[in-house]
């Protein structure tokens, strides 16, 4: 049986094969509220807005603030593929977002605990609850896929 987890994860997953498509590094993120209701969906999109910061988390904070029209997002919950970078991480506990879960991590680049711990420093004003590798497989796998591809383009 599907988890409420593997459920949204699902959907970011369909949101990164989506950035696949497009050419973008194959990462989706959605966002839910309290009541598992979802408030936005997004993926990747770097190289089609020429915007470093448009990362798939980033995408759905800002989506998300627009929708329930507070920048403060203290009772979601933002689901994303890969383990995020310390630009989303900071946005995350900027936003005091509640939990993030994540399906791969992210040894180079993840701050979500593989190279940094930004959401559990005790130094920051907020502390976001990590829940990592659900569907971390073929979350992994679709983007080494986008990897290895690219490498035989060529």
Same mark, same amino acid.
């Given at each position: 049986?599907?988890? =409420? @987890?593997? @459920?949204? /994860?699902? /959907?970011?997953?369909?949101?990164?094969?989506?950035?696949?498509?497009?050419?973008?590094?194959?990462?989706? +993120?959605?966002?839910?509220?309290?009541?598992?209701? *979802?408030?936005?969906?997004? @993926?990747?999109? #770097?190289? !089609?807005?020429?915007?470093? !910061?448009?990362?798939?988390?980033?995408?759905? =904070?800002?989506?998300?603030?627009?929708?329930?029209?507070?920048? $403060? *997002?203290? $009772?979601?919950?933002?689901?994303? #593929?890969?383990?995020?970078? +310390?630009?989303? /991480?900071? +946005?995350?506990?900027?936003?005091?977002?509640? #939990?993030?879960?994540? &399906?791969?991590?992210?040894?180079?680049?993840?701050? +979500? &605990? !593989? =190279?940094?711990?930004? &959401?559990?420093?005790?130094?920051?004003?907020?502390?976001?609850?990590?829940?990592? &590798?659900?569907?971390?497989?073929?979350?992994? =796998?679709?983007?080494?896929?986008?990897?290895?591809?690219? $490498?035989?383009?060529?």
């Amino acid at each position: 049986m599907e988890t =409420l @987890h593997e @459920h949204f /994860m699902q /959907m970011a997953i369909d949101q990164a094969i989506e950035a696949g498509r497009m050419n973008e590094v194959p990462v989706g +993120a959605v966002i839910v509220d309290a009541e598992n209701q *979802l408030i936005a969906q997004d @993926h990747n999109r #770097t190289i !089609s807005r020429c915007d470093p !910061s448009a990362h798939a988390e980033i995408n759905v =904070l800002r989506e998300a603030a627009q929708q329930v029209q507070n920048y $403060r *997002l203290l $009772r979601y919950t933002l689901y994303v #593929t890969v383990e995020p970078c +310390a630009m989303c /991480m900071g +946005a995350v506990v900027h936003a005091r977002v509640k #939990t993030v879960v994540f &399906g791969a991590s992210d040894p180079k680049w993840g701050a +979500a &605990g !593989s =190279l940094y711990h930004i &959401g559990q420093d005790p130094r920051l004003n907020h502390q976001v609850k990590i829940i990592k &590798g659900i569907c971390a497989d073929q979350c992994r =796998l679709v983007i080494q896929d986008f990897f290895r591809c690219r $490498r035989r383009a060529t």
